[in-house]
């Protein structure tokens, strides 16, 4: 049992700190055998993550978050494998953890389809797993234990709601969405919240619509090819703060203004340090947050089910959304990421 791990645990560092107590008086510390070190080790939690990749500063973000909370002085071994956006390497990576009997299974799953076989076989050995970021589709949902994340849907609401205040329903807009990765929660649930703002609001047209991958190069080479083909953009919506950096830098190469007083309004997501930098800058004229400090909320789970209770199965996070009218530098000193 888990719990005895962390009975084990406690005991062992009590028993550190008596030897560290008995240490600072005149007497040599009593050396640490192999033997008990192996205990300590084996003592350790061990969690087996699947991360996404490394496409954006969310991801870095949320990535330290992981690495910060997981650590041996927290009583954890973390395994992080980096699928580097692919569902093959994660689903990989997820039967190693299974094959390695590992005490927890956490995946931020890079699309939302095609995960049962795999939890399958995780829920088959025994090994709770933790979905974080963005959501799964499943037909069985005791295939994962919980899941924690950002409700993407409502990002996107968010979103147009700062559009109809800045433009007003009647308005006649060209739109440009650059999408992030196809089949993520994160790309599907911004794109409904566009599209229905796009349905009420009748004079919205999405003229161009293509995915950069939430990463900044394809962000700008998508960029480029609509620059090209239409002389009149008046937002883009653009589905990370990464594919926005890259979108500027066509922009400025194009010669075509943008953010705060520019032709193109743009309304991007994720609010990260550099995005709000952008922001109170003008550059961006509204960013919405999504939050990838999960590592402790994660743990939180871990804990709740360490001591036998039975975590939420669905949580949301709390995000808000900056305007470049009113964003200021304590908001920016302010973040964590
Ligand atoms: O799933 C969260 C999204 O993934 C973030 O918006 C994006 O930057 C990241 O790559």
Known sequence: MKIVKWILLAAGTCCLMLSLASCSGAGPAPAVTPDESQTEANNLITVGFSQVGAESDWRMANTKSMKETFTEANGYKLILKDAQQS??????????????????????????????????????????????DRMI??????????????????EGETAVACMENAFGSDAELSI???QGSMGSSAQIGRTEGLQAGVSKNTGWNVTARDSGDFTQVKGKEVMERILKQYDRIDVLYCENDNMAFGAMEAMDEADRTYGVGGEITIVSFDATHAG?????????????????????????????????????????????????????????????Y
């Open 276 to 336: 709000l930098v952008a922001t109170l800058e003008g550059k961006i004229n509204y960013n919405v947050e999504c939050n990838p400090l999960h590592g402790p909320r994660v743990e939180e789970i871990i804990r709740q089910l360490e001591a036998g209770n039975t975590p939420n199965k669905m949580a949301y996070v709390d995000e808000t959304v900056f305007d470049a009218a009113t964003i200021t530098q304590g908001d920016i000193d302010a973040r964590a």
């Open 87 to 132: 569902q093959e390497k994660q689903i990989e990576a997820i039967r190693e953890f299974t094959a390695q009997k590992a005490d927890y299974i956490v995946v931020a799953p890079v699309t939302e389809e095609g995960w049962d076989e795999a939890l399958q076989e995780a829920k088959d050995a025994g090994i709770p797993v933790i979905i974080v």
């Open 176 to 178: 440009a969405h650059l």
């Open 137 to 154: 589709k499943t037909s069985d949902d005791s295939l994962y234990t919980c899941w924690v994340g950002s409700d993407f849907r409502k």
